[in-house]
């Protein structure tokens, strides 16, 4: 085993070194980058897919200008100021509509979260009677 | 008698891209090697244009043989099926759709696609090559019956410099290079350079290199580096032109890859080439990649990063050590001794040979 790959074993083993101390910045750094990572859906999990649209509901008007070549820069900035006022028209009316349907998407999940829960205790409820019925005829 | 020709097929052939790159490469030493080579593509850029043709116009012989570069989903993969030529599968990787699915689902939905048809293919191709021992196994899970590691040909800096050069205690410029996606972790990386700052390197600095790929993802980089204070520390360099990547590469004291999934990590080899010390995360290719000739971390965590940067700082041995096995490894991947290994396994899967 190379020494560096014991190296890199011991770092992270310990961690930390002393110039590392623990505390509210690296509480703060980990939390910070911990919000980007991806969101994994499960099977039927409502709540992480509306997360997920959640990412996708505000529309940006503003079309990125990046290019190679500065020409094209350009040229894509001249299209985005002769275009912006549509642009923005419909980023806004599309950015309305996917916060309604977050709301929708939340009410429903919401729903559907009672519904499970009436559902459970009708379950209970049921599998007592069927307890109470047994014990009575046998 | 001619002997059968190997022709490239590619789904989009775009110069400077890593796989364009390697076909054309690859369609030199087949061409060298007495075959007469042809590129078929989906789209092609229009200064290649002249180098390859539609897929659909096609005439192809009977004992062809087809090598189809397999790296996103593609309308070519249904004509595929239904060719009657020999079908070999070279597979650059598609990443695990679940990095994309927050920030760019209809990407996602691709690469679900793509991993469909890689499915789909695996009964139609007779044999694969992968550029590592992850991506071949990702082929062999998916029902593919003969698959081989087989370098990836890409260009390298013809020599580095070798002479030892410290990664400084204060002011450490950390570098990496790929494109703004989620799978490559981007975060990781600032996030480490952020708890360096805090502790015991002020004045490092972050470059990191590559396009613009996914939009949100890379605005929320931009806030990240904002939020954690870091913002005039991290320099977003986008695509660059080869002679700034260079230098990119040869300003930069240390090499941070925290990436999640690579198909094979070049850039990680690019920075060994020119003796630049690497530090990357144990995930997906990239150990594989970087063999014994990097410091690899079993954790991302910021303070274990930061804290590898630092130990390097503090141990010049080290970084010694790293460097020349660095340029051992990279040596391993230069066209000249890659480009031979590749041509030899292609002609002996095509039995042509």
């Known amino acids: 085993m190379p020494a560096h790959t014991a190296v890199a074993r011991a770092l992270g083993e310990e961690a930390l070194f002393e110039d590392y101390p623990e505390g509210p910045d690296l509480t703060d750094i980990r939390a910070a980058v911990e919000r980007l990572a991806p969101i994994e859906l499960a099977p039927g999990d409502v709540r992480s897919a509306l997360g997920l649209v959640a990412e996708h509901a505000t529309i940006n008007p503003y079309a990125a200008l990046t290019s190679r070549h500065p020409a094209i820069t350009r040229l894509k900035l001249v299209t985005r100021k002769l275009t912006f006022f549509v642009a923005h028209s419909i980023a806004v009316q599309v950015t309305e509509l996917a916060h309604a349907l977050l709301v929708a998407g939340a009410a429903t999940a919401d729903r559907i979260d009672l519904l499970e829960m009436e559902s459970n205790q009708v379950r209970r409820e049921l599998d007592e009677l069927r307890r109470r019925l047994d014990r009575d005829t046998g | 008698m001619t002997r059968p020709a190997i022709h490239q097929l590619v789904p989009s052939f775009v110069p400077g891209d890593a796989i364009g790159s390697h076909v054309r490469r690859l369609r030199r030493l087949l061409n060298g090697a007495g075959g007469q080579s042809r590129t078929f593509v989906t789209v092609a850029h229009p200064n290649l244009k002249g180098e390859c043709e539609p897929y659909r116009k096609a005439s192809l012989g009977a004992d062809d043989v087809l090598l189809y570069h397999l790296s996103c989903s593609d309308s070519m993969v249904g004509w595929l099926l239904n060719q009657p030529q020999r079908l070999l599968v070279d597979y650059h990787n598609i990443t695990e759709p679940k990095w994309f699915d927050r920030w760019a689902p209809l990407a996602a939905h691709d690469m679900r696609l793509a991993r469909l048809q890689v499915a789909s293919l695996a009964s139609r191709t007779e044999a694969a090559i992968a550029h590592s021992r992850f991506s ?218």
């Open chain 2, 136 to 353: 071949a196994d990702d082929l062999l899970s998916h029902g593919y019956g003969h698959v081989e590691v087989a370098p990836l040909l890409f260009a390298l800096p013809p020599g580095a410099d070798r002479t030892a050069r410290p990664v400084p205690e204060r002011g450490a410029r950390w570098l990496f290079v790929g494109r703004l996606a989620p799978n490559k972790c981007q975060q990781a990386v600032i996030g480490a350079l952020a708890a360096a700052r805090r502790g015991p390197d002020p004045k490092a600095t972050l470059t990191l290199v590559g396009g613009r790929t996914v939009g949100p993802y890379a605005d929320e980089l931009k806030r990240l580096a904002l939020e954690l204070g870091v913002e005039e520390s991290v320099r977003f360099a986008d695509h660059v032109p080869d002679a700034e990547l260079d230098a990119a590469y040869r300003n930069a004291d240390v090499f941070v890859c925290l990436s999640r999934h690579e198909g094979f990590g070049a850039p990680v080899v690019e920075a060994m080439a020119r003796g630049v010390p690497v530090v990357a995360l144990r995930a997906a290719a990239v150990p594989e990649t970087a063999g014994d000739a990097a410091l690899v971390l079993d954790d991302d965590d910021p303070a274990v990063v930061a804290a590898a940067v630092r130990h390097l700082a503090t141990h010049p041995d080290l970084v010694a050590r790293l460097r020349e096995a660095g340029l051992v490894r990279a040596a391993r991947y230069a066209p000249e001794q890659a480009g031979p290994e590749l041509l030899e396994r292609l002609l002996s899967l095509a039995k042509l040979g």
